[in-house]
């Protein structure tokens, strides 16, 4: 048993839209991530995302509203509903999903990441 620094985690790497996971628990990934940009339009047919921002503001654009995440808060989108992430400046988040859980939902493209490093 060892705790996890999570800035420190987030100061390991600076590529945006790939997923480290930094922990599990139960079958669930907790992963640390930064954004920059918009991601795409996806949704995941068997997964609830929590998305937690540690710093910055994240834009969770759904289809039929625009919700702003703030530093401290977090969002959980349902399955099967279609959402895109956008952060305007860096954003660091915590993502905590069922293990296996692909980034991309069912789609395949230049941000599908299907292979995550531990840290």
Same mark, same amino acid.
């Given at each position: %048993?060892?705790?996890?620094? +999570?800035?420190?985690?987030?100061?390991?790497?600076?590529?945006?839209?790939? !997923?480290?996971?930094? &922990?599990?628990?139960? &079958?669930?990934?907790?992963?640390?991530?930064?954004?920059?940009?918009?991601?795409?339009? #996806?949704? #995941?047919?068997?997964?609830?995302?929590?998305? %937690?921002? +540690?710093?910055?503001?994240? *834009? %969770?654009?759904?289809?039929?509203? @625009?919700?702003? @995440? #703030?530093? &401290?808060?977090?969002?959980?989108? !349902?399955?099967? *509903?279609? #959402?895109? !992430?956008?952060?305007?400046?860096?954003?660091?988040?915590?993502?905590?999903? !069922?293990? &296996? *859980?692909?980034?991309?939902?069912?789609?395949?493209?230049?941000? *599908?990441?299907?292979?995550?490093?531990?840290?």
């Amino acid at each position: %048993m060892q705790k996890v620094n +999570i800035a420190e985690k987030l100061s390991l790497f600076s590529d945006y839209y790939n !997923p480290r996971i930094i &922990g599990e628990l139960n &079958g669930q990934q907790v992963k640390a991530v930064k954004l920059k940009g918009e991601f795409v339009w #996806h949704h #995941h047919d068997n997964e609830d995302e929590l998305f %937690m921002v +540690i710093k910055g503001i994240l *834009t %969770m654009e759904l289809r039929d509203k @625009i919700i702003d @995440i #703030h530093e &401290g808060e977090f969002l959980i989108v !349902p399955r099967g *509903t279609e #959402h895109k !992430p956008v952060a305007r400046e860096e954003v660091h988040i915590l993502l905590f999903e !069922p293990a &296996g *859980t692909v980034n991309t939902g069912g789609e395949q493209n230049e941000f *599908t990441r299907n292979v995550l490093e531990k840290l």
